[in-house]
């Protein structure tokens, strides 16, 4: 099969053709690595390729496929989005305080890929410490959107969807904090989950916000979304917040009925100011649901909606403020070289090591939580964070999902809002309320605006991925958009 033919695979489509040795993982994955060194030079989704551990993986891939070993993602080809605790392999969060740190151990996500013996082709570009919507906030460079290479892939998983699209990788990892998954899902035309918080071990996740943080697949089909929650989901005793409940066989749930299902349309999502194309698509695929059997609630209503933007941007930078005061330049990472002193060295070391939407972040929270200011704002934001929780659990009463809107917009030209942060925190709106209330959500294709992705959001209870991706899988097999491939050029 030619290496390009490869690349375009699915999860499950490989493993058929390596369990019946029709080719190999030292071929699947030398085709990935030559995928990504043809178009890394427009795409920029990696920040660190380990080729010679790649291959060394498939080849202990191969020999245990020939022994009649295979477990569903045996010798098949992952990218890592860079926050993630990888042994022996660079891990930056896309940081110069983090630029030459290599983790002595992996993370949890990490440890159950190789028991299946997955391969790691490499580390993928983010925003720095994973807080930003659009993957320029790296400080090394922006990853650009393989539909259209002069616009933001999302953030900040962009390295993750944008390699998943440019089939430089057959899926990928990544985190969601506000939206870090679904959103670059959605504007780069892939299949985002973000799990229940609690579902997937957070151990060896570099932490940004820890009540939000939540690890997810980014992948080609709903059916690969599914394959890849059965091997990372689980409870996980180094992981404090995880929850020991059974994991379901989330493929088993992968049929295309549901007729009788209550899907509710919360009307707080489709804002003022919202894209026309992004409205029709989605209006489009709300009758899509219902021409296959779902019931269509229009009267749903999530009022506290309009408050989770102000309070999730209290509620994260002070998780943040607290979770990088480590880096002070002496256990580990950047260090400024030439202090005067104890205090200025750590000064320094923060002053050069953090690019500027950290640094905003970092001292938003410490703002919010010094004295004088605590009651006012971090303390009135966890209880607006209660009162989201407790509308989505009234409303998920009547409906056994909602749907929404990714974003008000396809994606964005890059340079567009990076100078304006409000701008671009409003890119999260439609996003970051289910990290508030720590529930599951997947994005999925729902339609094409100028040539650019719309995603379709359907959020469901907690614990409830299983129903999430039966009825994405119904929608995705009712519809073409998955099917399309950008055309890299430039």
């Known amino acids: ?10 999860i499950r489509q490989a493993h058929e053709l390596l369990k019946h040795r029709e080719i190999s993982s ?16 427009r795409i920029h989704a990696c920040l660190t390729i380990a080729e010679e551990t790649a291959l060394r ?12 070993n295979i477990a569903p993602l045996t010798g098949i080809p992952a990218l890592i989005k ?27 996500v990490i440890e159950k890929l190789k028991v299946q013996k997955a391969v790691i082709l490499g580390k993928t570009n983010m925003d720095e410490f994973a807080m930003g919507s659009s993957n320029e906030h790296s400080a090394f460079f922006p990853t650009h959107n393989p539909w259209d290479l002069s616009c933001v892939p999302g953030g900040s998983s962009g390295g993750s969807a944008a390699g998943v699209a440019a089939d430089e990788a057959i899926y990928a990892l990544g985190s969601d904090t506000g939206g870090s998954i679904r959103l670059p899902a959605g504007f780069c035309n892939v299949v985002g989950l973000k799990p229940t918080y609690g579902r997937v071990s957070r ?3 570099v932490a940004f916000a820890s009540s939000l943080d939540q690890i997810g697949p980014l992948t080609k089909d709903v059916t690969d979304s ?20 059974p994991v379901p066989d989330y493929t088993g749930q992968l049929i295309s009925g549901i007729k009788g299902m209550r899907i509710g349309i919360p009307k707080e999502y489709f804002v003022e100011g919202m894209q026309s194309e992004v409205r029709e698509a989605l209006g489009v695929a709300i009758r899509k649901l219902e021409e296959l059997g779902a019931e269509i609630d229009w009267e749903v209503s999530l009022p506290h909606t309009k408050y989770a933007l102000a309070a999730y941007y209290i509620l994260a930078p002070s998780e943040a403020s607290a979770n990088l005061a480590r880096y002070d330049g002496v256990k580990y990472g950047f260090s400024y070289p030439n202090a005067n002193n104890v205090i200025q060295a750590i000064e320094k070391t923060r002053q050069f090591g953090f690019g500027p939407e950290v640094k905003r972040r970092i001292m938003l929270g410490t703002y919010a939580l010094s004295a004088g200011y605590y009651d006012a704002y971090y303390v009135k934001a966890q209880k607006v964070r ?22 008000p917009t396809a994606a964005f030209k890059i340079g567009e809002k990076v100078d304006d942060p409000l701008q671009m925190y409003l890119t999260d709106v439609c996003t970051l309320p289910i990290n508030i209330a720590g529930i599951p959500a997947i994005s999925i294709p729902a339609g094409f605006c100028n040539n650019l992705p719309i995603g379709m959001q359907i959020i469901g209870k907690p614990f409830s991925e299983e129903i999430l991706l039966r009825i994405a899988f119904a929608y995705e097999q009712a519809t073409d958009w998955h099917k399309r491939k950008p055309a890299i050029t430039g």
């Open 1 to 10: 099969m030619p290496s390009n033919r490869l690349c375009q695979l699915t």
């Open 26 to 41: 030292v071929e699947l994955t030398r085709a990935a690595l030559e995928r990504i060194a043809d178009v890394e030079n």
């Open 57 to 68: 993986q498939a080849k202990e891939a191969d020999s245990h496929i020939r022994d009649g």
């Open 82 to 108: 860079d926050v993630m605790c990888t042994k022996g392999i660079r891990t930056t969060c896309a940081s110069k305080m983090l630029e030459n740190f290599v983790p002595p151990y992996d993370a949890r």
């Open 203 to 205: 151990f060896g996740l």
């Open 226 to 245: 599914a394959w890849v929650m059965n091997a990372i989901a689980g409870f996980d005793s180094r992981d404090s917040t995880s929850v020991p409940y």
């Open 386 to 407: 209660t009162l989201i929780k407790q509308e989505f659990d009234r409303v998920f009463e009547r409906c056994d999902a909602l749907v929404t809107p990714i974003s």
